[in-house]
């Protein structure tokens, strides 16, 4: 992303602002691993979607009209002594230089420079609760204007989510933001069909989990959008497995979903294959529902369509299926109904996909599934889930977990699956596994 993409979104926000109001958003904080070890540092999500700026400590501001300056970044002071160690730091001259701020001050003058923005402002657009530290702070700052109104001062009458704006900005993906979306799935899709490759019985499965990451290293993306999950026959029906630490067997299904993080922005991609490269009966024949329940779903990803209309058709197409092959009894709308496909596909078929794995935005408005429109985007990853020992399923179904995933967007015309890179059918799963 360019400077002129986040000036373009802090407008497109201020616009949605009174002109007597003011927006404050925080990075996250450092978090220690252990004793003087940070984990590695990721800037919040909402401040570098505004931004651009990925330094710690650091607080935006922005006050639409104002005539100094309507975006204000309060940052680190540069440090010599702290670069030597650590590297360099933008500082003040940096934030507006390269990072388009009007103006900056240190980090150190934030509770004596702040409040002093905050004094006539009739509305504050923060998002309490994310920032423990600030929002105490914030309320101090605010408690001191207030006892200044017998001198005529001002206090903020209102403070508004701002949440509620923001995420809905940022559920709309912009060109450039969906180009960085597809060079994260080209990356992890790379990467997936190298373990495909890989994969054989006797493996480990942490041996699979750091052939992906390798492979997305190399190619620039060197953080994971999320913990991979890479499970090997019964592990492959734990929907949130990510010990990765069993031997993966002959026979047996392995199930793994994993995605690259580029440029702050996430990709989720799940593939479901045998082990041993070849399916048996059984598993084609699971893992063809599921295929099938997928195709169905993001045939229905287009706008006008509503939210739930993908899933309504995974639903659909998995319990037709279940009952045909007997693990299920009944009729189709009794299953429907009452839900008992349910024992074996228990969650949704997505969710919203961008900064954040599962990314912002409201899933109803005023209580009806959200409308699909383009730029929105989203996994769609129906599943099958049976582990060994589920009563009243034959054997042979016993054991496997199958989820298939891909990273669709909204276009004019329906549909644009990001992922679509990495093999998913019976037959190019079994030719990619062949190809060592």
Sequence with gaps: MNITEFKR?????????????????????????????????RPDSDFYYLTGFDEPEAVA???????????????????????????????????????????SFPIS????????????????????????????????????IKSKARSGMQSPMEIVELDHYLHDMRLYK???????????????????????????????EYQLESEFRHSCAIKGARQQAYTSIVGGGNNSCVLHYIENNNELKDGDMLLIDAGCELDYYASDITRTYPVNGKFSKAQAELYQLVLDAQLAAIEQ??????????????????AKGLLKLGILKGTLPNALKKETYRKYYMHRTGHWLGMDVHDVGDYKVDGQWRELEPGMALT??????????????????Q??????????????????????????????????????
């Design 61 to 103: 501001v922005l006050i639409p009209g104002r005539k100094h300056a309507e975006y204000i970044l309060f940052c680190r002071a540069k440090d010599e002594t702290k670069a030597m160690w650590d590297g360099p730091m933008a500082g003040q001259e940096g934030a507006v230089e390269d990072y388009g701020a009007d103006d």
């Design 9 to 41: 979104r802090r407008k497109q926000l201020m616009r949605t602002m009174d002109k007597n109001s003011i927006a404050i958003l925080p990075t996250a904080p450092e978090s220690v691993r252990n004793r003087d070890v940070h984990y590695p540092f």
């Design 380 to 397: 769609v990853e129906p599943g099958l889930y049976i582990p060994k020992g589920t009563r009243g399923v034959p054997r042979k179904y």
């Design 301 to 318: 990803v287009k706008p006008g369509n509503h939210w739930n209309q993908p899933h309504d058709a995974a639903v659909k197409t998995i």
């Design 399 to 436: 054991g496997i977990g199958i989820r298939i995933e891909d990273d669709v967007v909204v276009t004019k015309e329906g549909y644009d699956i990001l992922s679509k890179q990495v093999p998913k059918t019976i037959e190019e799963i079994e030719s990619q596994m062949q190809t060592k």
């Design 174 to 204: 912009s060109r450039s933001e969906i180009s960085t979306m597809r060079k994260a799935a080209n990356i992890s899709a790379t990467a997936h069909k190298k373990v495909m490759r890989k994969c054989q019985p006797g493996m480990m």
């Design 109 to 144: 003058d934030l509770d004596e420079i702040l409040p002093r923005m905050l004094e006539e402002k009739s509305r504050i657009f923060y998002a309490m609760g994310c920032n423990s530290d600030l929002d105490h702070r914030l309320s101090e700052w605010i408690t001191k």
